[in-house]
């Protein structure tokens, strides 16, 4: 009914950037926050960085001034550009929006796009 689509994730070296897109389509009627997380193996899923329709931000203490959250309401796209990146923030990030469709009021999830920081 309705999907995230990630893509951008990848190797990157330490200090490097990556920019994460993640598109959302099918039955929408709108789409209220739109925010990034990520996970290792063996941790709970983190909230990276969240932006809301009206675009109130929310970060993760861990990637304040590294990672910029914006998104396209038009395309129904969320953005995260992420700078400076550390060997930590390996992992595979997931897209996630609340979405209002004609019918219902959903909270989707991507596939995930994995982003290893190495040397």
């Known amino acids: 009914q309705v999907q995230l689509v990630e893509s951008g994730g990848g190797l990157v070296q330490p200090g490097g950037s990556l920019r994460l897109s993640c598109a959302a389509s099918g039955s929408i009627f709108s789409i209220n926050r739109m925010a990034w997380y990520r996970q290792v193996p063996g941790k709970e899923r983190e909230l990276v960085a969240a932006?809301?329709?009206?675009?109130?931000?929310n970060y993760a203490d861990s990637v304040k001034g590294r990672f910029t959250i914006s998104r396209d309401n038009a395309k129904n796209m969320v953005f995260l550009q992420m700078n400076s990146l550390k060997p930590d923030d390996t992992a595979v990030y997931y897209c996630?929006?609340?979405?209002?469709?004609?019918?219902?009021?959903?909270?989707?999830w991507g596939q995930g796009t994995l982003v290893t920081v190495s040397s």
């Open positions: 932006i809301t329709s009206g675009g109130n931000l």
């Open positions: 996630n929006a609340a979405v209002r469709t004609p019918f219902q009021n959903l909270e989707v």
